[in-house]
């Protein structure tokens, strides 16, 4: 990142800040939101994987993800009679990701930075609708070099969920993606059976399949399979000389893995997960500076390199602040999905976030362990007493 | 290498372990609270129509009623700590706020009865307030170790 851009991402980080500070000011204490304002940071490295058709020739990939999310507007209108007020909120959205692909028939060393900044907008209709947007602008840029030119991409997309009951919601959209090699643009179809503070199944194309049991209200464990990829704008010193000062990167690759979330209500969550990632493949294309923002397939005809990769081993980790306080969502299943959509769709196009959403547990057993005096004296009154 | 941020990394280690001392306490609160919504889910055998509409009411209802009672108890803590260094006019207005707060606190149990009753039947909202109690006694109960 360059100095401005630094600056830029930490005042848009600081105004973040102060404008959620002000919205709470507003009301005293009473939260007006129904999403805390998060940063998050997490950590991919796979392992080295060589081509399936040229044992000599591997790649490696690491990439490091910075971001946060804030409610920029929550609109709650209120109810009348028996039906249900709608709800309104747009969140903000940033993101930087600093990749390192490393090929061992390429001498140059490359950091592929994406920078970008978006809105995303909910709307909850009555009981049972939530309609998700979301629009992000990114920089793509190689710092390894100062001559070469950041290009400029978009990604958005539209969802309409449905919440059929507290166990069944589906949800179907259009995006546009670089998550996968093909074209970018991409229906969505998703489907969630089973409660989500239980064991469930979830079923999200383009982004993921996986099973997830929260075993109570920190812990929640996940075996996933989800596509991860991208697009990189590089600099070319490696291929027919000068002819194209820039190469497309493309990467695509499905990771299979356990995850392990703790998500705390207040403040810290973390998660860590592992597996393997396969389905991998990688293509370098040739883009004169003139087509570098047009739209990638014209120019797929020209690859310098298109090749399938042999499997092999991923770690991803990561930590969640989240601060403040939100208005609480206890059973409000439309909501339950509103929140999902933004924690697994809202944050960047990489996909490698926290996969649990901040969705309240609700205990089955009727029973609090380690329960003493001093956490429950604030519940009670001199009245309740008599 | 690794020494070069060893600074950084203590910086890190310590926000984080600051944090989660920190978020303990909430902790505590927001699972006790999951364990009430739990006893009324339990105690109102809401149909599922009831209980969509029941309870994005109830959240409300929670928020502002957390706004009041934290705000009084804020205060009164303060002054039943240090309550030489405060005058006899500012206990005054701290007990008038006192009254003044329980009084918005009736107010809001009374709009939120009209609210509740507009959702699910009224057998089901003295349900509600009964399992509220009843709570609390199993709260005690279970302190005890009974």
Known sequence: MTKKKYYFFILSLISANCFNAYSQEVKKDEPKHYIKPTFYINRLVTGKRTFKTNKNENYSFAQSNFGFYFPIYTNTKPNVGDKIGSVFQIIGTGNVSRAIPKFNFISSKHTLVRTNFGLSAMLNTGTKNVFFANVLPFIAEDRSSLQYKPSVRLTYMFIYNRTVSERFSYRIGYAKTYLLSGSPRQPILGIRVGKFDRFHFNFQYPRYVSFDWPLDEHITISLFNKVMGGIYGMRNVEFRGDTYNSVLFKRQEKLTGLEWDYKSDNLLSFFFSAGFVGNNSIILNEVSSKKINRYFLDVMRSNFIAAKLEPSLFINLGVQLSFGKAKKIYNNLSMYDAIDLNTNFGNGDNNDAMKSAPIPYIPSQLKLKAIQLKDVEDLFELEDIN | ?146
């Open chain 2, 1 to 146: 290498m690794w020494y070069k941020y060893k600074i950084w990394w203590v910086i890190i280690l310590t926000g984080f372990y600051s944090v989660a001392a920190l978020s303990q306490n909430n902790d505590k609160k927001e699972k006790i609270e999951s364990f009430k919504v739990a006893f009324i889910t339990q105690k109102l055998n809401l149909t599922t129509k009831e209980a969509q509409l029941f309870w994005p009411v109830y959240n409300e209802y929670l928020d502002k009623i957390e706004v009041l009672k934290n705000s009084r108890k804020k205060e009164l803590r303060s002054a039943s700590i240090n309550i030489e260094s405060y005058s006899d006019k500012d206990l005054e207005l701290m007990l008038d706020n006192e009254f003044l707060s329980k009084e918005k606190e009736v107010e809001l149990g009374k709009e939120y009865f009209n609210k509740f009753k507009s959702v699910i039947p009224v057998k089901k909202v003295i349900l509600l307030y009964k399992a509220e109690d009843e709570f609390k006694r199993e709260l005690l109960r279970q302190i005890s170790g009974k």
